[in-house]
């Protein structure tokens, strides 16, 4: 059997494209099942280079390679093996050389690379760490190409899910580092897609502003000055439904202001609710992040919001954030006294 195995994965790297197409079906149909992983896994040294080889042979291989190496990626030990090949480097290459004219393999392959992106070594990758000329320029590009399509666009699904590898890219140190520098200002090309229709992007957007919150204690010059579009993505979401007052939203910038004046469809998901009052909290654990939220009545909105609330988890998340602002409250009057 394994005799077997090796002779066919041998005809991957046939000169003939029927030859390798045949070995390719069959080995795409292995990776379909555990126990077919399981199996390519054994003679992994055989299979991983022929297949991120076929990544840039034309579309008819292409496409069969990146789906399999997207079922095989799910394997922890393949995945680091496949960084490991530069399977990364060549997912972006491929994508913005070749597969810029084959919707279908650059949506593939990103799929590819939010698989390669759960490990620290597909991050760094990705990220180009410790390379002082390139490092971010992947990334880079894949955060435009995020940004640019949109629901009325072709591209909108092809990369759709730049937006799970933004997430994981945010997990690392090194990626908030990058996606918060002002020089090219990602985080900002990303927060403006907030307002997504599209729950995937909306999710990704949120979840990657939250983590970058954690660094709120050395970054957060570099968050404020987003505050034009950082704080409609972080307070909208858990504003509630109702229209406020104006004698509310004349405390508020216009970007808020003006969306709240009237009532609103509610952010439907729990969990963008919940990671959006989470970056908050970050924020506001900073004394300057608890004054800038102040400065554009974020304590009203979050208890308008708390108000409409009804799920158990985001009420306790509400509720921590609730006791931070509070607990400053005295001292925030005083400080706003002073200032008249």
């Known amino acids: 059997m394994a005799d077997e195995l090796e002779e066919l994965l041998g005809f991957l790297s046939s000169p003939s494209t029927q030859v390798k197409k045949a070995a390719l079906d069959i080995v795409r149909g292995l990776t379909g099942s555990d126990g077919g992983i399981e199996t390519l896994a054994s003679c992994s040294d055989f299979v991983l280079p022929p297949l991120c080889r076929l990544l840039r042979d034309v579309s008819e291989l292409a496409v069969p390679a990146a789906e399999a190496?997207?079922?095989?990626?799910?394997?922890?030990?393949?995945?680091?093996?496949?960084?490991?090949?530069?399977?990364?480097?060549?997912?972006?290459?491929v994508i913005y050389k070749q597969g810029g004219s084959d919707g279908r393999l650059s949506k593939l392959l990103v799929m590819l690379l939010v698989n390669l992106t759960q490990l620290d070594s597909g991050i760094s990758s990705l990220l180009q760490v410790g390379d002082d000329k390139f490092e971010g320029l992947f990334l880079s590009k894949l955060v435009r190409?995020?940004?640019?399509?949109?629901?009325?666009?072709?591209?909108?699904?092809?990369?759709?899910?730049?937006?799970?590898?933004?997430?994981?890219?945010?997990?690392?140190e090194a990626g908030r580092r990058i996606l918060l520098?002002?020089?090219?200002?990602?985080?900002?090309?990303?927060?403006?897609?907030?307002?997504?229709?599209?729950?995937?992007?909306?999710?990704?957007?949120?979840?990657?502003?939250?983590?970058?919150?954690?660094?709120?204690?050395r970054q957060l010059q570099n968050l404020l000055m987003l505050s034009e579009f950082l704080w409609p993505a972080l307070l909208l979401p858990v504003a509630g439904k109702k229209s406020y007052s104006e004698q509310d939203t004349a405390k508020m910038p216009l970007e808020l202001a003006n969306a709240l004046s009237h009532e609103r469809e509610p952010v439907d998901d729990p969990e963008i609710r919940k990671q959006a009052l989470e970056a908050l909290y970050l924020i506001a654990l900073q004394d300057a992040g608890r004054s800038a939220l102040w400065s554009v009545n974020g304590?009203?909105?979050?208890?308008?919001?708390?108000?409409?609330?009804?799920?158990?988890?985001?009420?306790?998340?509400?509720?921590?954030?609730?006791?931070?602002?509070?607990s400053n409250a005295g001292f925030q009057e005083q400080s706003d006294s002073m200032k008249e």
């Open 145 to 172: 190409s995020f940004c640019r399509s949109s629901s009325s666009d072709s591209t909108e699904g092809t990369y759709e899910h730049v937006a799970s590898i933004i997430v994981n890219v945010s997990k690392m």
């Open 69 to 93: 190496l997207i079922n095989l990626s799910q394997n922890p030990t393949l995945a680091e093996k496949l960084v490991s090949l530069r399977a990364v480097d060549t997912a972006v290459e």
């Open 181 to 217: 520098q002002p020089k090219g200002s990602l985080l900002k090309q990303i927060i403006r897609q907030s307002d997504s229709s599209n729950p995937l992007r909306k999710k990704g957007v949120l979840g990657t502003i939250r983590n970058c919150c954690f660094d709120a204690d």
């Open 299 to 326: 304590p009203r909105i979050l208890q308008l919001g708390y108000e409409d609330e009804e799920d158990p988890k985001v009420m306790e998340a509400y509720e921590l954030i609730g006791s931070l602002v509070v």
